[in-house]
C-alpha cells in the first residue's frame, strides 16, 4: 500500500504510464474552462459543489456524487463553493 495525499492546491499527486490522480481545488465563483483528455476519467467530489457540464449534460455534483467521462469528452466545471474534487485519468484496456 502506499498513501497519496491532496495538497489543496491544484497538483497531480500521483502519475504513472496509465493513470494520472490530480488533486484539483476550485475556490467558489471560479471555471475550470472547457477541456478534454485523452483518458477515461473518473471525477470524485471530496468537498463543495460544483456545476459539471459537457456537450449534452449539466449536472451539480458534490460528495457523493462522481460523473465518469470517456475518452476526449469535452467538459467544464463551475465552482459553486470552495470545491475539492479527486479526478482519477487512466487508460483503460479494451
Known amino acids: 500500500m502506499k498513501k497519496y ?4 492546491k491544484i ?3 500521483f502519475e504513472s ?3 494520472i490522480i ?3 481545488v476550485i475556490p467558489k465563483g471560479k471555471e475550470i474552462p ?7 476519467v473518473v471525477v470524485i467530489p471530496v468537498k463543495g ?3 459539471f457540464s459537457g456537450e449534452n449534460f449539466e449536472e451539480e455534483i458534490e460528495p457523493g456524487i462522481i460523473v465518469r467521462l470517456q ?3 469535452k467538459h467544464k466545471l ?3 463553493a470552495d470545491s475539492e474534487i479527486m479526478v482519477i485519468k487512466s487508460h483503460l484496456a479494451d
Not at 5 to 8: E, I, L, P
Open 71 to 73: 475518452p476526449d469528452e
Open 34 to 40: 472547457t477541456h478534454h483528455v485523452a483518458y477515461t
Open 78 to 80: 463551475f465552482a459553486l
Open 11 to 13: 497538483s497531480n499527486i
Open 5 to 8: 495525499q491532496g495538497t489543496n
Open 22 to 24: 490530480t488533486d484539483l
Open 17 to 19: 504510464k496509465n493513470q
Open 49 to 51: 459543489k460544483v456545476i
